[in-house]
Each structure stands twice: as C-alpha cells, then as structure tokens.
C-alpha cells in the first residue's frame, strides 16, 4: 500500500473529513506549542470513538505505521509532535470530548480524553464537586495529554498529581486491543480493586509510548465553601520551608498551594502585568503565596490563615504578610503567580528548568545552584519560583544585562548540565511535572540509573515490540 | 548442583544461620496466617540487606529456583506460602528491619521491607508526624507485605491505600539487578518526578511476582491534633450513603473513617466480647462509625461532629448517634467495628468475601445479593460491615442456624459464584484489598477481561521471563 492507499483506508475507518492531509489543515498540529518542533505527517487522523482509535491502531500496527497521539497540543517537551519523515500519523483525540458519567455519590467522573480541562473542571463546579487539576492551559489542554504527561499545577501539594486523581482508564493498546473497560464500555473506577498488576500508572506518565488513553474515570471532591489566599514576605527559602512546616501543622489538608517566588519574579510580572503589584510598600527577597481550601466557611479559612501568619511573624519565618479580603484580591495575589513564565518571555528568551529535589534540600539547592552559575556565568539573572510544597522549582536563567540572546542561550547546552548535575546530587528529578518527551530524551540517560532504563526498554519492547507507539519520545 | 550444594551457596551469602533447613526451623514459614495453605521449601533465606537479596536472586536465576518473598507472613491469599514441590526458597524480609531515614520537613520515611508496620507509625508518632496505614495485623505484618498487597485498612477514605503512601521504591528484579535506590544508597522518593515508565507502581501489588521490594519512602503527614469518634444508627445502607455524601460535604478531608456494621455483626461483637456494646438502647440494622482527625482541636472536631449528626438527624438520614466523649470511648466504638472478624470465627467457619463496588452502587447490591443468597440457600446469615467510604465490603456468609460447619463449607465454591458474579454486575472487584494470591488465582479467570489478563502475562514474561519470582500466584 502506498501513502495514498493508507490514507484512504484511515478515511474508512473515521471519515475523510477527519483525515488531514494537505499542509494548510495539518499546520496546527505539525508544531508544539513552545513553537521548538516541527514535524511532518502522513496524515492527521482525528478518531470519534474508542472503537475508530482501535481501528486505526489495527491498521497502523498491521502495516507498521508510527502513531503520535496528540490532545491540546500544549505539552511542554515536545511528546505530541512528529519526527520529519513523514511516515508516522498524528492521532489528535480533540473529538473524543464526551464527558460520559458523572456520579456524586461516587465522586466519581467519566471523560473521553479530549475533553478540555477546564471543561472537567466546570462540570464538577456545576455539581458542587471540585476537580483539582489546575494548571496554566487548562483552557485548552485535553484530559489525555494531562494522564499522558501526569501533568502537576498548583494543586498537588494537597491533591497530588494527574496520576493520583485518576481511579481507572480505557486504553488502546499499541496492538488494539481496549483495556480498562467493561462490556457495557463504562471505564472501570473503583477505589479499591487488588487483582493483579496495576496496568493503569504504566500508561499514565507514558506520553503515548505504550498505549493510547481513550477515556479515564478521576476523581472528585466536595467543592470547598471558601479559598482563601495569603501572601507572606520572607527574606529565604530557608525561611519558606519553616513556614511550610508551620503551614501544614496547623492548616492540614486545608492547605493547597504553597508557592514561593523570588522578588526579581515578581518585579517582571510588575513590569509587564502593571495593575498587578506586591501587597507589600517594600522589597523583599522572597515570597510566598499560600491558598487554604476550607469546607467550613470564609471567616473560618481567614482566622486560620490570621492564626497562621501571626505565629509566623512572633516566630521570625516571615517580614509581612497579607491575606486577601476580596476575591479580585485573591485573583490579583494569583496573578503575581501565574504570570512570571509570561512576564519573563516578554524580557526575552530564557533557559529553562522544570526541576524536583526532595522538599528540605530545596534551599540548599538555590544556594548552592546560584553560586555555581554566578560563578560560570558571571551576571545572569535567576528567575526562580516554583511549588514549594512539591519540591518542585521553574528554575529559569536570564541573560546578564546587555548580553544579547544570541549569545546567551548559546550557553543552554552548559547551562542545562551545570543545573541538572546539581539537581542529581541533591538527589532529585530533571522533569518534574512536564515529562521527557524529545526534549529530554537524551539527556534523561546521563542521570537514571542504567538498570532503569534497561527496564523502561523491557517493558517497551514488550507492550510495543513494533515501536509503532510515538517513537522517538521518552526512549 | 544438588540442594545441599545450593543450600550452601545460599548460605555464603547470607550467613549458615540465615538458611533454615530442618523442618522444625521452618515450619511457621510454611503455612499461611488462615491456615489454608501449607507448603514445601528448600530452604527458608533471610538476607540481611538489598545486596544480600540481590545476590540470592541472582544464584536463584542463574539456576532456575523459585523464590517466594515472605514478609510478616499475615496475608490473606495464600501469596507468601510456597508450593509443595519442595523446590522454592521462601525468602524472608524480616531481618530487613531498619528505618533507614526520617525527615520531617520532607515528611517522608525511608524504612526497609521486613519493618513492622506498627514500628513505622511508632516512629512518626515520635516526630509528631502520622503513618496513616493501619490494619488488623499492623502489629505483626511488614510494610514489604503491605506495598506487595497494596494493602487497605480503615484510612483509606481520607490517605488512599498503600499504593497512595508510597513515595518510592528499592527493588531487587528477577535478573538481581537493585533499582530505585541512588547510588549513596537512598531510596528516591520525590514528590513529583516525571521521568519516564511508573516502575515503582508496577511492583506495587504485584505479590512478589515481578521483583523483590526490599525499601521504599513513604508519605508522612502531620500528626492531627484531635480524632474524634461517633456512632450513628441506620436503617439501610441507603441512608448511610447519603450520610457519607453529608459528611464528606460538611468535614471534607478531616473525614478519615467511615465504616459501615450490620446489626448482626454488632451483636456478634456484644456475645464474645462483653465489655463492648452498642452504645444505643434498641437495635437499629446498621450503624456507621465515623472518625474525624482535626488538625485544630478537640472541641473544634467534637463540634463539627455534632453539627453534622444534628443535621443527618433532622433530614431523616439517622435515627440516633453518639460521640465518644473520650479515648477510651472512641476505643470502644472501634472495638464494635475491629471484632468483627475475630467474633464471626468464634461462632464457626464462615464463607468470606472481600469485595468492592462503586460506592453509590452499595446499597444496591446488598439488596440484589442478599435475596439472591437467601433464595439459594434459605436461613443462611450475612454478616456484612466494611469499609462503605471506599466501596469496600466484608460481605460473610454464615450457615443457618442449625446447619453443620461441614454441610456449610460444602457450599463455599457456590456462595462465592453467587457472589462475585454479583459484584461483576455491579462493575466491582471481587479482591478490593486482599490481593489474588493463590487463593483468588484461578477465580479472577473468570472475571477479568482476557486483553488485560493477556497483558498480565506479557508484563509478566518480560520482567520475569524464567517465572522463578513467587510462581502460582496472581497468575
């Protein structure tokens, strides 16, 4: 069969209105969002049903086409785009975006894997049932991609991670078979059921290397009656895990977010995002931005968090605090948060870290960090901020003044070792939450122990032994 | 080489006083907790450290022994007893015992396989820090059984099952290698890290099938400042689903048990443990035990409690409740629940089952089952209690009054058919927290779709393609 002949045979399984051919339809879908990646494709093939991804997979696998599954196309390292052969399809699930089943009793909702994040988050609104999963492109980033990347956000210091929210998936198999699935097609979500491997978290995290996510049963929780959000000045990140132990000692589970971020970070996001300001008249090192959840009421979360920041101050962890009286002041504390990946591009490109160290090495790790690059790179600016409660640090470099960004990110190769040698002596992660996909493929195989690795290729070859499932990716 | 020749080879490694081979010496490794199993080995091992473990696997590989990992031997399946060829080792974890390391502001614990699980929430205890894991046998079963089983208990609702508490793993594979663990020794255990295949989760309830885990970090949480207990009295099951809608809304994550009795179980409980009793004046068919654990105080979680009974009463949910005024109160509303077991064996042999369902299908099944079971076999008496807030039940079956043990027990292989062929209707699991074992091996055929059980078995043949790690269970 020719190019022309497996094409045609895709059209037959989903229609030849959802098979993308020509270069004006497929452009969308040919380039990651970070715009660092091309690709090219046989075809964008766009099925409708766990039955037509099952179809195709059959047919890919039987003529030994690559398949690159791909949801909002927003993933941060590449995963969901093409090599340049021109061989393999993109298989985008954006019309799988059914929310199948919502139980409130079960806590419980069942979504295809194109469904929009935020939309998940609406229906669970809409029953006075939250779901945590919150991060930067939840507008546009599907359910699939988050399972598929086990994306993190800012609510994982209180709900952990995509994987921890998941209670049971429906996945294709790189041979076509449906797992995860009973015979009526309800995706299997049960919150306790030991009979044997647990197939699921090997196909969340996997970035479509061993399988296809058609649809997942996840979690939900009862909707918090009050958020409220703090803001607290410090002068170290030293002073910023005292605070987090405090915080967690005194608010528990109440406490979900724990966000730290540097002066330099917030002056950026002040720069470029004008109405939005410190609280505070004067400049402090760090800060940090703390959310309670509360299922009492507003006065509770306030004098919880009033409690918590005097005990703060009288012990010395912090210089000021402030906690938001409104929900526009909540929204604008938020924003010194969300914006500084934002405000930080405006001043031009940067180096990039989406690192992990085990929670109490976290200032240690600046610390040293800091002074290794200021020392090899004398003058660069560290824009450094990240979920604390998580360990987890966007630890980005910026170029010194008057460098220009040629010469700079000429540096990200040395740049990129000096960090992650550092990040592995304090025995951490070089991707916490935005996975290998192409980006970190190589690089992953200077720090994971060899006798990983060779299991990772083990369990590879064995659920995918033609390397038909996104090649090129993770391994 | 005979077996005193691999006798001895074992014995090299781990020490002539570590290989037990008379049959004295060996016998309480030999036949599980219920007795139900008694098996054969070459020799009882007990290596003392990951090196030890992996040096046995790999004499074990090289010559095609069978090893069957032992923990504080208290599983309920059959999965740590050999078979009765004669031809295993049982390797026994307990001399693994240390905690390797603690810290607080990481709120993690590093702690090897043959650590009692009663010792590990001792340790935190003394760092005002809470392991939630808790059980029946915690004071004799060992965490590698735990994670190996994925095991369940009473805090699930709140802390997820043991799968949920562990942060990583160290694991001996069936070639001997040692992953998870860095190369200065320490067992990862980052809260996020987003590298590559979930191996951790792999071996996580695999039973000894896939590798030997030998540590792993586990979650902390801070200690809570209070927990306080309340019984309520119930007409239904239905009413008690919604109380737990009720409660989950008003306590949110503070909800940390919820745990459904029968009446008939409660008076099982009275008969062979007299000190405990209802604390209610008339009988009502069920009660539910609830526990709050506040992280601000006593009177704040007695308060939330109240609150919450006087609306379950006012909306017609419950028909009476009482909070434990004091420990030795909430202790023995415990007991009413935690006796069960032991008070059902008293009255004779009894055929059980531990199985789960969505939650908001409970009720319903109950219903459907128990008519279903009292048209069969008329007279025969449920004792049904467990673990409502996960789906979980302990749904026993005992004979009619009058009926011989015999005659009963002669009617297990069909009362489990009856059953689990009714779990499977309602989308559950017929093993939520006990594993497969040997005991559910052969029965989970029959249940489990044929694409994931082929799966299974290709995972399987891949990471243990000798089958020399614990033959003849799960699979």
Not at 220 to 239: D, E, I, M, S
Request: aromatic content about 4%; overall charge negative; charged content about 20%.
């Amino acid at each position: 069969m020719n190019q022309s002949d497996h094409q045609a045979a895709l059209a037959a399984i989903v229609g030849a209105a959802n098979v993308l051919t020509n270069a004006a339809d497929q452009a969308a879908y040919l380039t990651d969002w970070r715009k660092h990646y091309t690709g090219r494709a046989m075809a964008i093939v766009r099925p409708g049903s766990t039955e037509e991804v099952a179809a195709v997979v059959r047919h890919c696998a039987t003529h030994g086409i690559a398949i690159v599954p791909q949801g909002g196309n927003t993933g941060m390292a590449g995963g969901a785009t093409p090599d340049t052969s021109g061989q393999a399809i993109v298989m985008s699930l954006t019309r799988m975006n059914r929310i199948r089943k919502l139980d409130v009793t079960d806590n419980s909702i069942t979504v295809e894997a194109g469904c929009v994040l935020a939309t998940i988050q609406q229906a669970a609104i809409n029953v006075d049932r939250l779901f945590p999963l919150s991060l930067a492109s939840e507008g546009s980033c599907t359910i699939g991609g988050n399972l598929s990347s086990n994306a993190g956000g800012t609510g994982v210091l209180r709900y952990g991670n995509t994987r921890d929210l998941c209670l049971g998936l429906e996945v294709v198999t790189a041979n076509g078979d449906i797992i995860g699935a009973r015979a009526d097609g309800e995706v299997r979500g049960l919150r306790k059921d030991n009979t044997g491997y647990d197939l699921k978290d090997l196909f969340i995290g996997a970035e479509g290397t061993l399988g296809i996510i058609t649809a997942a049963t996840l979690k939900l929780y009862p909707a918090p009656r009050a958020r409220v959000t703090a803001f607290a000045a410090l002068a170290t990140p030293r002073a910023a895990l005292q605070l987090l132990t405090l915080a967690q000692q005194r608010c528990g589970a109440t406490l979900t977010a724990f966000e730290l971020i540097s002066d330099l970070a917030i002056s950026l996001v002040e720069r470029h995002y004008p109405p939005h300001r410190s609280p505070f008249a004067v400049r402090h090192p760090y800060a940090v931005l703390m959310e309670i959840s509360d299922h009492e009421d507003e006065a509770h979360a306030t004098a919880m968090l009033e409690g918590l920041m005097e005990q703060a101050l009288e012990d010395g962890l912090i210089d000021d605090a402030a906690i938001a009286q409104s929900l526009s002041q909540s929204d604008d504390l938020w924003q010194l948060r969300e914006r500084v990946s934002e405000a930080q591009a405006m001043e031009g490109k940067n180096i990039k870290h989406d690192i992990s160290v085990p929670i109490s090495r976290i200032a240690d790790f600046i610390e040293t960090t800091d002074a290794l690059i200021a020392a090899a790179w004398p003058g660069v600016c560290m824009v450094n901020f990240g979920h604390l409660g998580d360990g987890n640090l966007h630890y980005n470099v910026s170029p010194a003044s008057g460098e220009t960004e040629a010469a700079f990110m000429a540096k990200q190769g040395p740049v990129n070792k000096l960090v992650y040698d550092s990040v592995e002596r304090f025995g951490g992660s070089i991707s916490a939450e935005h996975g290998l996909g192409q980006l970190k493929r190589e690089e992953i195989l200077r720090y994971k122990p060899a006798t990983e690795v060779a299991l990772m290729r083990t369990i590879k070859a064995a659920l995918d032994p033609q390397g038909i499932m996104n090649p090129g990716k993770v391994l």
